[in-house]
């Protein structure tokens, strides 16, 4: 499995992040809210310093993020076959409709299109499930006859077969039901709606990569990461993301604006890494992505920096295939400060990690980590975005060369402020002093939870000689997730923080630990429908340590559930033990890992990270109920505008941030849609 090495943001789980007593949590007159729909809340964000950046480092990033942006199309059809068109007919009946714009249909349909916008395809982007339309298929019907054909992606169809064909996958809810499917027993790739695979079965799959496989390969390629799986003549084969190869238009369109970037480049060590992902693209060779993945972790000197390609593999039931993803950023160098102090010590935090010796790595290679600001998110980080990221994925190249790791601060800060005075606090924590705690410490520890988890969590421990990378398959990204959130928390409160001048009080970390226990046994439940499982890893590593430090602590009652005017609340009576338990776990997480020990992981995924308890979970539903905070939240990019000399030279770039939500998405689909023009 292609580990995936993003933090989905703490603050938009437990929407609780409050104001901290620091100099950059001030309050502004910043208008961060956009847009507001379903279950989603659509913000803004800043990018402090950029008008103090060199015009060569405006010029690079102008051009990095055309080439970010220019890949959407990418993680669309990825997400599911038929996503661009049903895309390209909604956005066209969006723009032509002449009837009443108040009526009931035409605001379900808006929804409707907000939501597969936000999620790139008709799929929740967390839940997996298709997202169900409150406008009537006559209405669709309607309002699709009314376009003209050539505004239509009709592929040689007529207009009514067209819509025969779309409107079950947009209304039956039996069709194409779930885009991941992780169901226990089923065959993952058979029941998940994804555009990853086609005509193919988990069994054939895992087959064709098994024989593959070396192995005594001791620098393995990420298999399948830059592919769709299919059959060509009763084989299985692989369609490879490339030049001329799938997905080629926008492939070939990146390549051209990676290209211009270069012309602006900082120094050698970057022009060189861009060079090489463009050879990446150009060929499709995996090899050449591992040499490029070194030469981007490599390069700790340059200011700007991003990641662009197929990385992440959520999307990817068996963890295998990267969802296309970009992320244009510079250093936030300031702030970097605790993350350099975490990164120096590196080889103490993995000498005492209270893990089986046989499982640390004996020289911790090449780890860096620094504090960003992002300039334009998109692909699967847009518009819900990562606040932390650690790269590569590459197991080898991590115990080799190393890993770079981010936390993306200004996005942290676009949360806490969109989130201060939501009552959160007052509904679901136990007490004032506690209240009191997370509102002095909360931001700080949470941010620092994110530095470890990327930083050092992500690249600590080792495989066993001869482990399948893949070898805990459907689990491994829950476990992978589980094992860096266990080391933080483990990391989080120990005196040697203190002493590393990264906090100023011992006690601060409690202001975590409640809020992930808060987070994983209750208000998570937020985000499932009752009568559902959860399903996305995150969630499952939250509530799979959550819930197995509280049986396994019940003994000692180091956590507990008590009733306090008719509602349910955490209480942690002993921080100390349940420190001693994220230790534990993360012994027995990392001894999984190891050993590709695949029966334990699953079965410590099953028991403790899938099924929900329905009473509890009405409860916090209904609690929620009355707080108006909406479940997920996400955001719109600046716009960013280069101007030119005579000589097509780039002398400045402006930014601005005045594009809402509706505006920005009609304007990608016009100007950045290679794959359906």
């Not at 839940?127 to 669709?140: A, G, L």
């Not at 060369?401 to 806490?416: F, L, P």
């Not at 716009?639 to 930014?655: C, L, M, N, R």
Request: net charge negative; proline share 4%; charged share 25%.
């Amino acid at each position: 499995m292609a580990i995936l090495n993003k933090l989905i943001p703490s603050a938009i789980i437990a929407l609780s992040i409050t104001s901290c007593n620091m100099a950059t949590q001030q309050t502004d007159d910043f208008d961060y809210t956009v847009d507001r729909f379903a279950d989603i809340e659509v913000l803004r964000y800043k990018v402090p310093e950029f008008e103090n950046l060199s015009v060569n480092q405006k010029a690079l990033i102008y051009y990095l993020t055309e080439a970010a942006i220019t890949g959407r199309d990418i993680l669309w059809d990825q997400n599911g076959k038929y996503n661009l068109p049903i895309r390209q007919t909604l956005e066209q009946i969006y723009v032509n409709f002449d009837g009443d714009k108040e009526s009931a249909e035409f605001k379900a349909f808006e929804k409707y299109l907000k939501q597969i916008w936000f999620a790139n395809g008709i799929h929740h982007h967390y839940s997996m499930d298709k997202f169900t339309p409150e406008f009537s298929q006559e209405f669709f019907a309607t309002q699709v006859k009314a376009i003209a054909p050539e505004n239509l992606p009709l592929n040689g169809k007529l207009v009514d077969e067209f819509i025969a064909e779309l409107s079950p996958v947009i209304f039956d809810p039996a069709v194409m039901a779930k885009r991941v499917n992780q169901a226990e027993g089923e065959d993952l790739i058979t029941t998940s709606a994804n555009n990853l695979y086609d005509g193919v079965t988990q069994a054939e799959v895992e087959a064709y990569y098994a024989a593959l496989k070396n192995p005594n390969d001791t620098t393995p390629i990420s298999f399948g990461l830059n592919t769709q799986v299919t059959k060509k003549d009763g084989k299985v084969v692989e369609n490879v993301y490339k030049v001329g190869g799938l997905y080629s238009d926008a492939i070939s369109r990146i390549v051209e604006l990676l290209d211009k970037a270069t012309e602006y480049a900082e120094n050698d060590a970057q022009r060189n890494t861009i060079n090489k992902l463009i050879e990446y693209y150009q060929t499709g060779d995996l090899s050449l992505f591992d040499e490029y993945s070194i030469l981007w972790l490599q390069d700790t000197a340059s200011q700007v920096d991003f990641i662009n390609g197929f990385i992440e593999s959520y999307g990817d039931p068996l963890g295998m295939t990267g969802a296309w993803e970009s992320i244009v950023n510079f250093k936030n160098v300031q702030a970097s400060n605790r993350t350099q102090i975490i990164s120096d010590n590196a080889q103490w935090f993995e000498d005492n990690s209270p893990i089986d010796p046989r499982f640390r790595k004996e020289e911790v290679k090449g780890v860096s980590a620094k504090v960003i600001t992002a300039a334009i998110l998109s692909g699967d980080a847009y518009p819900a975005t990562p606040i932390g990221i650690n790269l590569p994925n590459s197991n080898w190249i991590r115990a080799n060369y190393g890993s770079k790791s981010v936390t993306i601060e200004n996005i942290t800060q676009a949360y806490d402020a969109a989130s201060q005075g939501n009552g959160f606090n007052e509904e679901f924590v136990y007490d004032q002093e506690t209240r009191d705690l997370m509102s002095k410490y909360l931001f700080i520890t949470d941010n620092l939870h994110t530095d470890l988890h990327e930083c050092l969590g992500h690249g600590s421990g080792k495989l066993l000689p001869g482990v399948d990378p893949d070898a805990l398959k459907a689990h491994g990204a829950t476990l992978e997730e589980t094992r860096a959130d266990l080391f933080a928390l483990y990391y989080l409160a120990d005196p040697k923080l203190v002493e590393l001048g990264l906090l100023d009080n011992p006690e601060a970390y409690k202001a975590e630990y409640y809020k992930y226990m808060l987070n994983g046994m209750m208000t998570q439940l937020m985000r499932i429908e009752p009568g559902k499982d959860v399903e996305e890893a995150h969630m499952r590593n939250r509530k799979l340590i959550a819930e197995w430090a509280y049986e396994n602590g019940k003994a000692d009652n180091v956590v507990e559930l008590v009733e306090k005017d008719g509602k349910t609340f955490i209480k942690i009576n002993d921080y100390d033990k349940l420190r001693e338990l994220f230790g534990k776990l993360l012994s027995e997480i990392q001894r999984i890992k190891s050993e590709g020990d695949y029966e334990a992981g699953r079965n410590i995924v099953e028991k403790y990270a899938v099924k929900v308890d329905p009473k509890l979970h009405a409860e916090v539903l209904e609690r929620y109920s009355h707080l108006d905070i909406a479940p997920y939240k996400g955001f719109v990019n600046p716009i960013y505008t280069p101007e030119f000399d005579a000589d097509g030279k780039i002398v400045d770039v402006k930014i601005s941030y005045d594009e809402d939500y509706i505006p920005q998405m009609l304007r990608y689909a016009r100007d950045y849609s290679p794959l359906t023009k």
